[in-house]
C-alpha cells in the first residue's frame, strides 16, 4: 500500500561519499519520491525547474552550499542542509530566505541521531565531574580538525558547568601538541585514520572514577534516519530548524 503523503526530494552531492548513501536511501523511503541528483558543474537552477522537488537535500561543500539552499527557496523547495561549515550569518539568511515565501527549513551540522543524543547526555552528565576530555576519531580523507561536532560539545560541556572544569597542564610537555586543544578548559583530541568513519568519546573525570558516553559509526548510513526525519518534518510547516536536536524535540541549542 502506498503512503498517504509521497514527499518530492532532490539531493545535491549526490555522487560524494555521503550523498551517494543517502542517494540510496532516498530511492529505497516508501514515503519519498527521489526526483534525483545534482552534481558539480550542473545547472541547478534549471535542474530545480524541471525536476520540481518539494525538498533539496544538500551534503556538497561548504564554499557552495548556501547557493544552493538559496536557490532551492527561490524554486519553492525547502532545503535540508547537512553540509558543515555554514557560519551563523549565513544560517540566518537561509531562515530568513524561507520565512519570506513561507518554507519550511533545516540545517544540521550533524545528521547522526546517537551523535545528537551523545553530547546531551555528557552535557547531562558535566556538572558533576571535575574534569572532561573529547577524544574525535574520523577518516583520513577530513579536511578540518577538530570536528564541528567535538567543539560545539565542548562548548556545550563548558556551558553546562558554571564554575568551570580542571584542564590539566604538564609541567613539561616533551611531544608538542600531546594535551591536544583546549576549548572552555574542555581537551579536545582528534585521530584521524583510514577505517573511521565519524566516532567521539567524552571522558568525564572525578578521583576514583570516569564516565565515557561514545558514539561509534560503522557507514554514512547513519546520517539516513536524521536526513529522511528532516525531509518528512520540513514539508510539515514553515519552521526553520537549527540542529537535529529540535527535529527531535529535544529543545535543541541548535548545534546538534
Ligand atoms: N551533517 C552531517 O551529519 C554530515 C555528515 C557527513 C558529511 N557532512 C558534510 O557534508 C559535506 C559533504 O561531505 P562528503 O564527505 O560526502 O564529501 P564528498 O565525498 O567530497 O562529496 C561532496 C559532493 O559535493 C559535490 N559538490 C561539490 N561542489 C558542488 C557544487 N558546486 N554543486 C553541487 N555539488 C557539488 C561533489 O560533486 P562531484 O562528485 O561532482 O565532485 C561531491 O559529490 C561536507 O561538508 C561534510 O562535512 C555532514
Request: net charge neutral.
Amino acid at each position: 500500500m502506498l503512503p498517504d503523503i509521497v514527499v518530492r526530494v532532490a539531493l545535491a552531492g549526490h555522487r560524494g561519499r555521503t550523498g551517494s548513501e543517502l542517494a540510496r536511501a532516498l530511492e529505497a523511503a516508501t514515503d519519498v519520491e527521489y526526483v534525483g541528483g545534482v552534481g558539480r558543474g550542473d545547472d541547478l537552477a534549471a535542474f530545480l525547474a524541471r525536476r520540481r522537488p518539494q525538498v533539496l537535500v544538500d551534503f556538497t561543500h561548504p564554499g557552495v552550499a548556501l547557493d544552493n539552499a538559496l536557490a532551492a527557496v527561490r524554486a519553492g523547495a525547502a532545503p535540508v542542509v547537512g553540509t558543515s561549515g555554514l557560519g551563523p550569518e549565513a544560517v540566518d539568511r537561509l531562515e530568513e530566505a524561507c520565512r519570506a515565501v513561507g518554507l519550511g527549513g533545516v540545517v544540521a551540522p550533524n545528521f547522526a541521531v546517537g551523535a545528537v543524543l551523545m553530547m546531551r547526555l555528557a552535557e547531562l552528565a558535566a556538572p558533576f565531574f571535575e574534569a572532561v576530555e573529547v577524544i574525535e576519531m574520523h577518516h583520513a580523507g577530513k579536511a578540518d580538525a577538530p570536528s564541528g561536532t567535538a567543539l560545539a560539545t565542548a562548548r556545550r560541556l563548558a556551558a553546562s558547568k558554571p564554575g568551570g572544569f580542571a584542564h590539566n597542564r604538564p609541567l613539561t610537555v616533551t611531544l608538542p601538541g600531546a594535551r591536544g586543544g583546549e576549548e572552555g578548559g574542555v581537551a579536545v583530541h582528534s585521530v584521524r585514520l583510514p577505517g573511521v568513519v565519524a566516532d567521539q568519546e567524552v571522558i568525564l573525570g572525578l578521583p576514583g572514577q570516569t564516565l565515557v558516553v561514545a558514539h561509534r559509526t560503522t557507514s554514512r548510513e547513519c546520517y539516513v534516519p536524521g536526513v529522511l526525519l528532516a525531509v518528512r518534518k520540513v514539508v510539515e510547516g514553515p519552521r526553520f530548524y537549527r540542529g537535529l536536536d529540535e527535529l527531535l524535540g529535544l529543545g535543541g541549542l541548535g548545534l546538534g
